[in-house]
């Protein structure tokens, strides 16, 4: 795929649908690969890298999952008795087979404070979630010659199918800041691809020092750059923040999205 055949998802209805577990395989200590089939992938409208998938998992492990039936999702969720209102997060779509109705997620295996990473630690083949197909963002214009792919652990399913989507004509610089050496993943990549991996530990980096560092030191060009940055929250600012502030990008070169919030 070159970058001009990037789109976004057609403004068509979303609706939830049930989905069941197919199967599971550690991709590192801490992230879980999950195949999900549901009857009604044939409908899915691939809309590029960072694909955005809402799950609904049930509030309890021991819960019957209810969905919402109405494009309107949200106000319905939201109405639902809290006993059986289903917890909603955001999930990358790491791939998909149309044909046989099956779609991949890589879940962060963060703790099980939190419900969707406790679920995943727990899923079965056989158990039941809700998926939503949300569109995606990623979006660099035609005339782009240059990328700069920056997240953490969350931000990995997006890069890695980034990635494998580029052709050889575009030059890629990805920073990627991740636990330690067991977080990194084997990646497809254009050949002549920059792929840097960075580790917070063991010095124990605050989230995003390291990219902003690495960042600031790397040779850049900002014309016909096109930058896609997600991950914790301080880093998705920080990283935008210097390429506008202090290495000329147009806000419009830059996508970012704080995947999550650390709390
Ligand atoms: C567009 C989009 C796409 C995303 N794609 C993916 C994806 O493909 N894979 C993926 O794993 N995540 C992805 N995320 C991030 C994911 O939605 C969050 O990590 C989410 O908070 C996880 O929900 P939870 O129920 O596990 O934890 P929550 O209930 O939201 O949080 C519980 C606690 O865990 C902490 N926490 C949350 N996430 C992390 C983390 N990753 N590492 C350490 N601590 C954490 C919070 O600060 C909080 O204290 C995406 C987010 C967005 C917005």
Request: net charge negative.
């Amino acid at each position: 795929m070159t970058v001009q055949t990037v789109r976004r998802a057609a403004e068509r209805e979303a609706l939830a649908m049930p989905a069941v577990v197919v199967s599971t395989t550690r991709l590192t200590d801490h992230m879980v690969r999950i195949r999900l089939y549901a009857d009604d992938v044939e409908k899915f409208d691939y809309a590029g890298p960072d694909q955005l998938v809402r799950l609904f998992v049930p509030p309890r492990p021991d819960a019957e999952l209810h969905l919402p039936i109405s494009a309107r999702w949200w106000p319905e969720v939201c109405a639902m008795p809290e006993s059986i209102r289903p917890i909603v997060r955001n999930y990358t779509v790491r791939s998909v087979d149309v044909a046989a109705g099956e779609l991949d997620i890589d879940f962060v295996l963060h703790g099980d404070d939190g419900p969707a990473s406790a679920w995943a630690r727990r899923a079965v083949p056989g158990d039941k979630i809700g998926i939503l197909f949300d569109g995606a963002r990623f979006d660099p214009p035609p005339t782009t010659r240059r990328m700069l792919l920056v997240g953490d652990e969350t931000a990995l399913p997006a890069i890695s199918a980034a990635l494998e989507q580029l052709d050889a004509s575009i030059e890629v610089l990805a920073l990627l800041e991740v636990e330690d050496a067991g977080a990194e993943l084997e990646l497809a990549h254009p050949p002549g691809a920059d792929i840097r991996w960075l580790h917070r530990a063991p010095a124990g980096a605050a989230r995003g020092a390291l990219v902003l560092a690495e960042l600031r030191a790397a040779r850049l060009e900002p014309r016909h750059c096109y930058a896609w940055v997600a991950g914790e929250s301080s880093l998705a600012t920080s990283v935008r923040r210097h390429l506008v502030n202090e290495r000329g990008f147009g806000k419009e070169q830059v996508y970012f999205c704080g995947y999550w919030r650390q709390h």
